[in-house]
């Protein structure tokens, strides 16, 4: 039976992850086995530029953790060696760059799983979700789709604006040659 101080510790390691498990926008667990030194140091770099919070789990405390989340479904995944990556704003953030250092030839990386708005996704879901364009350029495209009408529209008058222009200088060219 651990004493008071470990349990207390334990207890509010598993609250705390609980939170951020809660409060993340999006979120990837990992198998971090073979990746080396070098690599890790770079992925955290590149993690926290980001805004990405990454860091290594114990599956127990991790289960508890997801079970008060109400993210049951992680139990099967949490076994062998995890890490965890959440993005408190960017639900595709985590997604996006576990998946390019997964991605990179020498890479050992293995996506367990992943989270979404607290729906649990597979590790297809997450490469999917990966692969999605930034924020912007998806504001940037709906944007582009709504002013496309617009554009038409005034390129139209503009045309029929012109044609008139042009029309009416026609007839006072020609009032004045004939005066």
């Not at 334990?10 to 990746?35: C, H, M, P, R, W």
């Not at 289960?63 to 008060?68: E, F, I, V």
């Not at 985590?94 to 607290?118: H, M, P, Q, R, Y």
């Given at each position: ?131 999605l364009p930034s924020r912007e350029a998806l504001v940037a495209q709906v944007l582009g789709t709504m002013i496309a009408p617009v554009t038409g529209l005034v390129t139209v008058l503009n045309a029929n604006i ?18």
């Amino acid at each position: 039976m651990p004493n008071e101080k470990v349990l207390s510790e334990k207890q509010a390691i598993v609250a705390e992850l609980a939170e951020k498990l809660k409060n993340s926008s999006g979120g990837v667990f990992v198998d971090y086995t073979g990746t080396s030194v070098a690599q890790d140091t770079e992925m955290r770099r590149a993690m926290r530029a980001a805004g990405v919070d990454y860091t290594v789990v114990k599956n127990t405390l991790t289960r508890l953790a997801a079970d008060k989340a109400g993210m049951a479904a992680l139990d099967p995944i949490l076994n062998g060696p995890t890490a965890l990556a959440v993005s408190k704003s960017d639900p595709v953030a985590a997604a996006k760059l576990i998946s390019e250092f997964a991605s990179k030839k020498d890479s050992k990386l293995k996506v367990k799983a992943g989270f979404v708005e607290g729906k649990v996704i597979t590790p297809e879901e997450v490469k999917a979700l990966a692969e999605l364009p930034s924020r912007e350029a998806l504001v940037a495209q709906v944007l582009g789709t709504m002013i496309a009408p617009v554009t038409g529209l005034v390129t139209v008058l503009n045309a029929n604006i012109r044609g008139l222009a042009v029309a009416l200088k026609a007839i006072a060219d020609k009032k004045s040659e004939a005066a």
